[in-house]
């Protein structure tokens, strides 16, 4: 049941999210703590807070939805973000779950760059009779992203450390960001592909 599940949901993802899909090392131990939990028919979630899944009880103007994002964004195997369950793990809903939804999509869309599309996926889910929202997350490949508003800075960018999204030191963004710069080197073909080695060789003979 555990590989079903995994493949259904990494074929749900892959659609939705042609760039990546999320990790098994997420999924199967999720899939394993709701199952714990299935009473008569309805899911109990056992789940915790961990360095992979993050509860917020509501979407607010406050929250700032698009860190938590970015921390999974830039961390090493992405994670899960619950929208109407609370910090102890109990499921309280979401009341207006279609614009919370496109909230939620609209604020990481115009908020973070380098562009996360096509690396979170939103979704509803029904928990023990409440409904709830996830965001998925994937590790992106074009480290470091960050909140548009503050930029290659430790006030935009944030990694996942343990239970909580904490903002990057100056050193660990330079360091991201020029890995990302020699990856896209690497691919840039010169415009003029005539080019030899020619006046080098005389260089070095000479």
């Given at each position: 049941r555990k590989l079903t599940f995994f493949v259904a949901f990494s074929r749900q993802y892959k659609l939705s999210t042609p760039k990546t899909c999320i990790s098994q090392k997420i999924l199967v131990p999720l899939h394993a703590k709701l199952r714990a939990g299935r009473k008569n028919g309805t899911k109990k979630t056992l789940m915790t807070e961990s360095n992979r899944i993050e509860f917020k009880r509501e979407l607010t103007r406050e929250l700032d939805i698009e860190k938590e994002v970015v921390a999974f964004l830039n961390y090493r195997e992405g994670g899960i973000i619950y929208i109407g369950i609370d910090d102890a793990g109990k499921p309280v809903g979401v009341?207006?779950?279609?614009?919370?939804?496109?909230?939620?999509?609209?604020?990481?869309?115009?908020?973070?760059?380098?562009?996360?599309?096509?690396?979170?996926?939103?979704?509803?889910?029904?928990?023990?009779g409440v409904s709830v929202i996830r965001v998925f997350v994937s590790s992106g490949s074009e480290k470091p992203y960050y909140k548009k508003q503050y930029g290659l800075s430790p006030k935009g960018c944030f990694t996942r450390i343990g239970t909580a999204a904490e903002p990057m030191t100056q050193a660990q963004i330079e360091d991201l960001f020029s890995r990302r710069v020699r990856r896209s080197l690497k691919h840039i073909p010169s415009p003029r592909q005539d080019l030899t080695f020619r006046q080098l060789n005389i260089y070095y003979d000479s």
């Open positions: 009341k207006d779950i279609d614009s919370d939804m496109l909230t939620i999509k609209n604020r990481l869309r115009d908020n973070i760059l380098p562009s996360p599309m096509g690396l979170f996926d939103v979704t509803a889910e029904h928990i023990e």
